[in-house]
């Protein structure tokens, strides 16, 4: 005997992302800013000019990767309980790609769902956090492994929130776009060699760019069962480096970066890339002063931590692996010996 549910329908999710100044906009319902205390000095005051809403508030978070966690998520819970927020109620994302997965996470989650936009405010967040639809929360034993794919209304990228970021974070941001040119698109690497990011148009053009190599990906496959994890290019050795600093040492696009030099390492060992385009991405990353270089104390304990990650199994890894620059393989069939090979190429001298 058995009962069957049918629920077999097509869900649409589809949204706009505006590269613009940030437009007036008005929401018939209750909305929560959910920011942090850097951004809130810098631009929420800018913000406010342009929301208004049946009620508004404001929710300001500590700024930091240590501070992506269960508690901030509590804080933003609370902050929706204590004011009655509804499922008809709307949380903006205001900040960088920490404020935009936490926020997104709690609105996945609040009455199990209420709808989120993004309005990212770093580089980073521009061209990856905000599109897609990936929230989320570091615990100890990880980054983002507890999370909800959760897509925004709307994502509105005002090249504006740029004029106030550290130099540091616009690296952090680069870096992000040269993982989705080197898996993606080679005609956008060559033209990233080249670019001038210090031009305003030239860097719209480059967000513009960015954004729609990830949402050509995402539409393919939101859920990240396929196509889409090649996106992950940097990241599976990049977020062991930031478990090992505690989130402290690099910022989130410099770890990426330092993956990406490793993953280059290990394609190279494969017969995969040549030691001319792993050297052209490494000399493009150096471009925007962000790091390439690692020193691991322990190659065997490294290599356990990879298995923290989401896309692995119990007993395999998957691998982001460049072909060239243009193409890109998921793996888990990489040998653990020349892994750990390329583990122990960055260790102490």
């Not at 936009?117 to 905000?130: E, F, G, N, Y």
């Not at 190659?299 to 356990?304: D, G, I, M, R, V």
Request: no cysteine; proline share 2%; charged share 25%.
């Amino acid at each position: 005997m058995q009962v069957n549910i049918p629920l077999k329908q097509l869900v649409d999710n589809s949204y706009d992302i505006t590269i613009d100044t940030l437009p007036k906009l008005h929401f018939d319902t209750k909305v929560a800013i959910v920011t942090n205390t850097t951004v809130s000095k810098l631009h929420l005051e800018y913000l406010l000019t342009k929301v208004s809403a049946k009620e508004l508030h404001v929710v300001t978070l500590r700024d930091g990767e240590e501070y992506k966690n269960q508690e901030s998520i509590d804080e933003i819970l609370e902050s929706l309980f204590e004011n009655r927020f509804n499922r008809k109620s709307m949380l903006i994302a205001f900040g960088g790609g920490v404020i935009g997965d936490m926020t997104g996470f709690a609105s996945s989650i609040y009455q199990r769902g209420i709808d989120f936009i993004q309005i990212p405010t770093t580089l980073l967040s521009q061209v990856d956090a905000s599109v897609g639809g990936k929230t989320g929360m570091n615990n100890k034993y990880g980054k983002n492994l507890v999370g909800a794919f959760h897509q925004p209304k709307a994502v509105y990228i005002d090249p504006y929130f740029l004029t106030t970021l550290p130099k540091r974070e616009f690296g952090a941001g680069v870096a992000e776009i040269v993982k989705m040119a080197v898996t993606f698109n080679k005609e956008f690497f060559a033209y990233l060699e080249s670019a001038d990011l210090t031009d305003s148009t030239v860097l719209q053009d480059t967000i513009k760019q960015a954004v729609q190599t990830k949402a050509d990906v995402v539409a393919q496959d939101e859920k990240e069962h396929g196509i889409r994890a090649a996106l992950n290019y940097g990241h599976t050795f990049g977020h062991v480096i930031e478990n090992e600093t505690k989130y402290k040492e690099f910022l989130h696009g410099e770890a990426v970066a330092i993956g990406m030099v490793m993953a280059n390492e290990t394609a190279l060992k494969m017969g995969l890339m040549s030691a001319d385009d792993a050297n052209r991405v490494k000399l493009l990353l150096q471009k925007y002063n962000l790091p390439t270089s690692y020193v691991i104390k322990d190659s065997a304990k490294f290599y356990e931590t990879f298995f923290l990650d989401k896309k692995s199994s119990d007993s395999s890894i998957t691998f982001i692996i460049p072909e060239g620059i243009g193409g890109v393989r998921i793996t888990d069939e990489v040998q653990k010996e020349l892994v750990l090979s390329v583990l122990n190429s960055f260790g102490e001298s």
